[in-house]
């Protein structure tokens, strides 16, 4: 199909945005348009200043035999810091607070324009790591995770906490379950699920002891993988945890008063290397 | 910020692509990056002659005071067809059946490649429907449901079959489980998590008996929300079905050949009408 030039931009930036993270070759986008290569590559640069100026993400060109460009998602630090804050605000409404002191986030969580924009602010934070896969437990995990492995155009993986036929041969670990840290449970992962030597970044909703992020660091040993980081999308500051392990999280919260229906929630540590 | 007229073609291309179904009025993007009305509105008639071209979707003008453009996301009935053909190629592959005639299809509904091309297959064939949210079961329905929610731009629910906590209050009601049709369980939906008068499309994974379905559309009733549709990744011809509803399917599986390790699977009906 031969296409304009102003009409190649918006296809090209279009299949540049639906295919983060992949090396296209120059001449695919030739052929498919029947243009000069050369023309293409002048579409790049446009394309290029464009999604840097308002900072959609970064177009690299590798050159030689096997070259291309690649799109690399990002996010400006202002809007990110916004959708932050107004994930806050939303989180530290007082009817989110559950009997027992648990918050609600399930709406926020199942909302496609939140999840892409967290997606997309999780995975700038580890933009600079080899990732080879996403990794959460069912089921509150699995948009965010899903959200993020988007971004990173990597497969996520799913643990679980029960046995399902459907994974076929699985292995399990034991971890600690609740804050008390007096129940031992199981979870499982399908065994066909994560290659040996994979990168993997968890992720998961709501941080408070610690021993479900605890019980998938063991799963990667069991699988030869290796930890390349934990993203969560809020954590509970109040909670001791036993074993540390580095984490990111979008929101912090500070403490949950049932009795009087109040949660003071903070911005995260996402930030932080920002600074 | 000031662009010139190349650059805020794709950054407006992106901006419609991240933002489907949503009414924005050309004074957003006249404001945004410093322009005359009239040269957006030119920079919209390339963009939506660049998307027809190649099937990405439509762009429509809604004219007056509360007026902008919409993007309604689509593919092309040759790309879905390839795309289908391909999973249907791949759902064949013998290694996939498991003990007791089940198939694993959890690396294909974490791929977020894949799950991006089913979300848009099964969109746009609902694409004349008023859709409010999209509903499935935890945990393997999640992503499915994600996927086609990410393209509608609507929330997502997720029906789940035991009680948590962090769900608050719920609704349940039974539904047969199993495809004998011997047990009964239950589900359970937060309640709310969905509002009354809602437009639903159900999606799920993988039809058989059809309990599951049935189980949501009675969730519906007690939520007073309306079914649009059921869809599903794939569903099993072999299997029969107490109660009929309508549905579409990517794929078709007519059997399971669990002795000599085959599978044969056709594409489902989900492009009948296209016929």
């Known amino acids: 199909m031969k296409l304009r030039r102003s009409d190649r ?44 100026e308002i900072e959609i993400g970064h177009i ?8 291309g460009v690649i799109f690399t998602p990002s996010i400006s630090s202002q809007d990110a810091k916004e959708m932050v804050e107004d994930l806050r605000a939303k989180l530290s409404e007082s009817d989110r607070i559950l009997p027992g002191g648990y918050i609600y986030l399930s709406d926020l969580l199942s909302t496609p324009a939140i999840l892409k924009n967290i997606g ?12 080879d896969a996403v990794m959460t437990v069912a089921t509150k995990g699995v948009p965010l995770a899903n959200a993020v492995a988007n971004v990173l155009n990597v497969p996520f993986v799913i643990v679980r906490r029960d046995l399902k036929i459907t994974e076929g041969s699985t292995v399990s670990v034991n971890y600690v379950s609740g804050s008390s840290g007096d129940r031992i449970e ?8 994560l290659k040996a030597g994979s990168r993997v970044l968890i992720v998961d909703d709501f941080l408070k002891g ?11 040993r069991e699988f030869d993988s290796e930890l ?48």
Do not use: C, H, W
């Not at 690299?60 to 035999?65: I, K, L, P, S, Y």
């Not at 997309?120 to 990732?131: L, V």
């Not at 199981?186 to 699920?193: A, E, P, T």
């Not at 610690?210 to 990667?220: D, E, F, K, Q, R």
């Open 210 to 220: 610690g021993g479900t992020v605890n019980g998938m660091i063991s799963l990667l």
């Open 60 to 67: 690299q060109t590798v050159t030689g035999a096997g070259g």
């Open 120 to 131: 997309r602010i999780i995975a700038k934070s580890f933009m600079d790591q080899k990732i």
């Open 228 to 275: 390349a980081g934990v993203a969560v999308f809020a954590d509970n500051a109040q909670e001791e945890r036993e074993k540390q392990f580095d984490y990111k999280s979008l929101l912090k919260v500070t403490n949950i008063d049932v009795k009087n229906q109040a949660i003071d929630v903070e911005v995260g540590n996402i930030f932080d290397e920002d600074k």
């Open 186 to 193: 199981k979870m499982f992962l399908s065994k066909r699920s």
């Open 9 to 52: 931009m918006v296809v090209i930036s279009n299949y540049l945005i639906n295919n983060p993270y992949k090396l296209t070759s120059l001449n695919t986008f030739a052929e498919k348009y029947e243009s000069a290569k050369s023309s293409i590559s002048e579409d790049i640069v446009i394309i290029k200043r464009a999604f840097e």
